[in-house]
């Protein structure tokens, strides 16, 4: 049975293009996402791993090692069964840093360059084999269906339509993008067809060639080689070999890490793969003794490889034919396309990136996506002319013990990443290259039939095809030892421990608290340009700050630390880890270190530890709720603190201070004292960084209101604690204050109140006495002198009620219980008020009064009591400025205080006068024109409201003329219900 090479290309065609549709329309969105990232296609899609094995290499084994072929199956389940303590620390590694490779993996865990561009060439030099097995495999298959076609055309054709399909199918991203979703759910489709191929195959050889397991019982009862095959073979050691290569394919190699790690959807879903994966290898392992047993039983023409074929063509059943090829087709095309994608990115960050960096590129992802097309297209191509010059003439099964034997090699060093922190590059570098240097000389090259080392030398042991087991073993154990040898006796850098660290299981990274040369986001763009562009510079951070959760525009040192680790993970993906950390090291480097060191980054460890509490158990679960406890008893504590580094920046803000300053602790923490607004900045930056250990009743104003602080700060610093600091308690005494005021003004009032009543018994009788008998004078007589003399006499007896009044008024002021009851109040209106209440006066005919305080100038007070203080001060005024005279009242904001000053052209006071003009009874006015209690009265009411007066005399220096009242008021301040927007100041 023969298939025409144009249909069997438009076949390969069509169903390629079916995979592509796939990937596309899942791109655009047109399948649900829930069906996309369900955990059952992440796990098909591992079945990647099968390649043409299971379709064709698979019966190949079984019929040299009977069921020794099942070693390719179960060394990769015990690898996923084993996930918990395999799989998830390498997950969560690669996820923490976008290590997107495991040459990445090895680079950042060994804080070398050369260590990833090691594994690079390790990989690549062993995948080419392993993708050579595939196109042998395609090759083969097309030819047996098609026997005109010449092999080394269908080969070409084949790698170039890869070529175009991985290209289609991987680089329409940026590189270290989120998850090809569309790539994942193809390769998922292929393992489907894949295991829908193989079942149907096994189900009809099962059925219509042994007509059910009876009939199978009875050709094996009749049959002694294949059982003999099946079961004796199995205690040869190639299977022990292959059952380890196996295992370390999980991790080492290219297209399972990838689908494995960088595809992952989330943590559950490598949780169902760790049996799904098992589940799913099974299935396809129990049809390959059925196909094996079927091909001998039809005497397939075609070799045990590809009883698969060839059973199909001895049934005479086209469609079944064709099915198996495109089996075949899937398992090939699918692994080269992910594992070329794999190598190209390996290639990229650890062979291109570390030569050229593209700094003068306008479009980087533009650059990089075309530099990978150029790499994948190598790749295959180098595959290809491989499999043109040797791989052609192997076998596929020893074709695959060479590539899983040289990926073999990067076990130790991927198991030293999470369970051996005292491994360093030395140690690995040495032990690949040792182990490496055996496997070339022991397999490649003897059985590529390019040259037989120790044949040449005569040794007692030569390799071949029964033995190749062995020395896959002695390359893996001079590998280990060297490996722990090197790193034994060398030790490890800073940056290798740190790395070591962060890797290892249950590992938590203790940071320094450093400061760094940026100061703020902007910065970040602007050193980062240097390297990668303005606008790829741009994208990055403006990318991280959203990961973050950050504004645009951010300054504090703890989230600018957040921000460069953060753009150092994203560079990781793009760049590699190698490059994009040495491109943060160079560009976004921390300030030099202080002689005494810096300390710890205690956010940082309070939010992995936050992370951890679900993880953390036994005394390590104790401490952490110890831990919990003393901090929520520090958050929850009533009285106002806050805890600050020596570097001034803010390591605690509990509910407390919230509530005060009305400030968030997440707008604070891990800024610096600065950020906080002015008046908070001064107060408590001031007092940190002086030796005062306690501050008492500190006046500082809030929204207009005034409140009194008691300040105590002690030292963290001590023999459990190195690392310096203070903590802050602040105490409000506001409410304690006003009660004294209010004490004392009770004890002044009863005091004042008592000479009141004494004055107005005393004075008050005699006083209305006299003015009644002026009043009785003026009816009893019609003489001139005597009336006039009668009305001076009620004048005067009215100047002493007045006078008696103003002490009334006088004893009254000076209540601070009413700062509570206060409201906003305009000053410009207040002013307008008294200027129209003057304005009724004929005194100030002649006076021009100019309001230049602005509108929005209010302060927290008593509005009818500041319209009497500003009569008194414009009568003041008025009345010391001559005819034709300005009075300006001016206003404006200082801080959080209102500034209002009253200013006139008059003569001016005397300096020896300035001192008692506030004085009671005091008055600079001529006889009866004052009773010198307004300005007294003026002070009481600003000293009411929390402000402060004072004189300036002469106002104009130059003219030596003219008076200034200066008032300081504090001002008030809206609610925004943001109080600190400025972490600029950080």
């Not at 010449?150 to 940026?174: C, D, E, H, Q």
């Not at 496997?439 to 090259?445: D, E, I, K, R, S």
């Not at 927290?860 to 400025?881: C, H, K, P, T, Y």
Request: proline share 5%; net charge negative.
């Amino acid at each position: 049975m023969s298939f025409s090479a144009p249909g069997l290309l438009l076949a390969s065609l069509l169903y390629l293009i079916l995979l592509f549709g796939i990937a596309w329309i899942t791109e655009k969105g047109v399948l649900p996402r829930s069906w996309i990232r369900h955990p059952l296609v992440y796990t098909l899609s591992l079945g990647v791993y099968a390649g043409i094995w299971a379709v064709y290499a698979a019966v190949g084994i079984a019929a040299e090692s009977g069921f020794g072929f099942l070693a390719y199956y179960l060394g990769i389940s015990g690898a996923f069964l084993l996930a918990p303590v395999l799989l998830n620390p390498i997950m969560r590694i690669g996820r923490a840093y976008q290590l997107t490779s495991l040459a990445d993996l090895f680079a950042y865990r060994y804080r070398s360059q050369w260590a990833g561009t090691l594994v690079t060439i390790c990989s690549g030099t062993a995948i080419l084999a392993l993708l050579s097995m595939q196109i042998q495999a395609v090759s083969t298959s097309a030819s047996l269906l098609a026997p005109d076609t010449s092999p080394r055309v269908i080969s070409a054709l084949f790698s170039i339509i890869v070529v175009l399909f991985a290209m289609l199918f991987g680089t329409r991203r940026s590189q270290g993008s989120e998850n090809h979703q569309g790539l994942v759910l193809a390769i998922a489709f292929d393992s489907l067809v894949k295991l829908f191929a193989l079942l149907t195959l096994g189900g009809v050889i099962l059925f219509g060639v042994f007509d059910g397991m009876a009939g199978l019982e009875t050709w094996l009862a009749d049959q002694s080689t294949p059982v003999s095959s099946m079961t004796m073979s199995i205690d040869d050691g190639s299977w022990r070999a292959l059952m380890l290569m196996s295992f370390a394919g999980a991790l080492v190699l290219p297209h399972m890490y990838h689908m494995t790690f960088s595809e992952n959807p989330s943590p559950k879903a490598l949780a169902k793969a760790s049996w799904g994966l098992p589940l799913y290898l099974l299935l396809l392992g129990l049809p390959v003794p059925l196909i094996l047993w079927g091909g001998q039983a039809l005497a397939a023409t075609t070799g045990p490889d590809f009883y698969a074929i060839g059973t199909a063509q001895a049934l005479g059943s086209p469609a079944l034919t064709l099915l198996m090829y495109i089996a075949g087709l899937s398992a090939a095309s699918g692994l080269m396309i992910v594992s070329t994608l794999a190598l190209a990115g390996m290639v990229l960050n650890h062979a291109v990136l570390p030569l050229r960096t593209p700094k003068d590129q306008g479009d980087i992802y533009h650059w990089l996506r075309w530099v990978k097309r150029l790499l994948i297209a190598a790749i295959i191509f180098a595959a290809l002319l491989f499999h043109e010059t040797l791989g052609k003439n192997l076998d596929l099964s020893i074709l695959g013990a060479i590539s899983l034997s040289g990926m073999l090699q990067l076990l130790p060093g991927a198991l030293g990443v999470i369970y051996w922190p005292e491994g360093n590059r030395r140690g690995l570098i040495a032990g690949l290259v040792s182990g490496l240097a055996i496997w070339v000389v022991t397999l490649v090259l003897p059985f590529s039939h390019t040259a037989n080392l120790l044949e040449f030398l005569g040794a007692p042991l030569v390799p071949d095809y029964g033995n190749w087991h062995i020395f896959t073993f002695i390359s893996l154990t001079v590998n280990v030892v060297v490996f722990t040898l090197i790193s034994a006796l060398s030790t490890s850098t800073a940056d290798e421990a740190g790395a070591a660290e962060a890797c290892s299981l249950g590992a938590l990274s203790r940071p320094q608290r450093r400061e760094l040369l940026a100061t703020s986001s902007a910065d970040f763009v602007r050193q980062l340009a240097v390297p990668l562009g303005f606008g790829v510079a741009r994208r990055e951070v403006e990318r991280a700050l959203a990961q973050l959760k950050l504004p645009n525009v951010e300054y504090r040192p703890y989230q600018l630390r957040r921000l460069r680790d953060r753009v150092e993970v994203n560079l990781s993906g793009l760049l590699g880890p190698a490059v994009a950390g040495d491109m943060v090291k160079r560009h976004l480097g921390y300030k030099p270190m202080a002689s005494g060191g810096t300390a710890q980054d205690i956010r940082y460890v309070e939010r992995a530890l936050g992370d951890y509490q679900n993880r953390l158990t036994g005394l390590a679960g104790e401490l952490d709720n110890l831990r919990r406890h003393y901090r929520q008893t520090l958050q929850n504590l009533p009285i106002p603190a806050c805890s600050v580094g020596e570097d001034g920046e803010i390591l605690m803000w509990n509910n407390a201070m919230e509530s005060l300053t009305g400030i968030t602790a997440d707008d604070v923490v891990g800024a610096r004292l600065m950020a906080l607004p002015e008046h908070w900045h001064l107060l408590l930056d001031d007092f940190n960084i002086g030796e005062d250990l306690h501050r008492y009743k500190h006046r500082l104003d809030l929204k207009g209101r005034p409140h009194w602080l008691n300040l105590h700060k002690a030292a963290l610093s001590g023999p459990d604690h190195t690392e310096g600091g203070s903590i802050i308690l602040v105490e409000d005494q506001t409410e304690t204050r006003l009660l004294e005021d209010e004490l004392m003004h009770s004890e002044r009032l009863a005091s004042v109140g008592r000479l009141a009543a004494g004055v107005a018994h005393e004075i008050g009788n005699p006083v209305t006495g006299i003015s009644s008998l002026a009043q009785n004078l003026k009816l009893e007589t019609d003489d001139p002198d005597i009336l006039s003399t009668a009305d001076q006499i009620q004048q005067q007896t009215r100047r002493i009620s007045t006078i008696l009044q103003s002490l009334m008024n006088f004893a009254r002021t000076g209540n601070h219980a009413h700062a509570n009851r206060y409201e906003p109040v305009a000053i410009r209106r207040c002013v307008d008020e008294s200027i129209n209440l003057l304005s009724l006066s004929d005194k100030s005919m002649g006076v021009h009064y100019l309001n230049d305080c602005p509108a929005d100038l209010v302060i927290l007070g008593d509005e009818q009591r500041l319209v009497q203080v500003f009569i008194n001060l414009l009568a003041n005024a008025r009345d010391a400025s001559p005819v034709g005279g300005k009075v300006r009242i001016s206003g404006n904001l200082d801080g959080y205080s209102a500034i209002i000053e009253v200013s006139d052209e008059g003569s001016g006071i005397p300096t020896e006068q300035l001192d008692h003009i506030f004085e009671p009874f005091y008055t600079t006015k001529a006889p009866n024109k004052g009773t010198g209690l307004g300005l007294s009265l003026v002070y009481s009411i600003i000293e009411e409201h929390y402000g402060n007066i004072q004189v300036v005399s002469p106002a104009n220096t130059d003219l030596g003329r003219g008076t200034c009242v200066r008032m300081r008021l504090p001002a008030y301040e809206p609610d925004t219900g943001n109080t600190i927007s400025q972490n600029q100041r950080s």
